[in-house]
């Protein structure tokens, strides 16, 4: 069965970093494009970056520059590295596939962003 934890958010101050993690449960996250995903107050969520099974990333256009998206296939892992943030980063964070499914949405990571 596929399940994924996040860990890592947090309050930090505009212009901070932070780096999330997801640890991805089962044989086949390597197969899986995934992807981080962020739901801010009031707004629907969004995937904000993405990376194909052979490491092919993809941003959406607020965070390119400032996110780095990366996995590691032999600890189950996928990491979002997170610098320049804005209060407009805020929101929680979730890791998923690509596109995603919603039995494998898990209880995401809080970020916010604010001085």
């Known amino acids: 069965q596929v399940q994924f934890v996040e860990s890592g958010g947090g309050l930090v101050q505009p212009g901070g970093s932070l780096r999330l993690s997801c640890a991805a449960s089962?044989?086949?996250?390597?197969?899986?494009?995934m992807g981080w995903y962020r739901q801010a107050p009031g707004k629907q969520r969004e995937l904000v970056a993405s990376i194909t099974s052979g490491g092919v990333e993809n941003y959406t256009d607020s965070v390119k520059g400032r996110f780095t998206i990366s996995r590691d296939n032999g600890k189950n892992m996928l990491y979002l590295q997170m610098n320049s943030l804005k209060p407009g980063d805020t929101g929680v964070y979730y890791c998923n596939k690509v596109p995603f499914r919603d039995a494998y949405w898990g209880q995401g990571t809080q970020v916010t962003v604010s001085s």
């Open positions: 089962g044989s086949v996250f390597r197969l899986f494009a």
